[in-house]
């Protein structure tokens, strides 16, 4: 398996939380950034929070305070706990490299809806 494998998506309603997992594959994420990338219908794919090497994180300005990044370097996951969800959270979202992302996995769908 070269891509990582996203999971722990699902349909929630407004205000809940889901964590999601990432199994980084090939990818070592003690020695690259990584990052939570969403992409809804009709958008381009962003970068909704990464985390860096020596651990400092950043999210960008709509999931601030909500969501949280962190990372497993022993197991070579990382993690994205999304609380507070708001419908517009509605994405696939995938993990990945933060700078040239390698070939992207299946990511992992969330619904948030009433």
């Known amino acids: 398996q070269v891509q990582p494998v996203e999971s722990g998506g699902g349909l929630v309603q407004p205000g809940g939380s889901l964590r999601l997992s990432c199994a980084a594959s090939?990818?070592?994420?003690?020695?690259?950034?990584m990052g939570w990338y969403r992409q809804a219908p009709g958008k381009q794919r962003e970068l909704v929070a990464s985390?860096?090497?020596?651990?400092?994180?950043n999210y960008a300005d709509s999931v601030k305070d909500r969501f949280i990044i962190s990372r497993d370097n022993a197991k070579n996951m990382v993690y994205l706990q999304m609380n507070s969800l708001k419908p517009e959270d509605t994405a696939v979202y995938y993990c990945?490299?933060?700078?040239?992302?390698?070939?992207w996995g299946q990511g992992t769908q969330v619904t948030v809806s009433s």
């Open positions: 990945n490299k933060v700078v040239r992302p390698t070939t």
């Open positions: 090939r990818i070592l994420v003690s020695v690259y950034a």
């Open positions: 985390i860096a090497i020596g651990g400092s994180t």
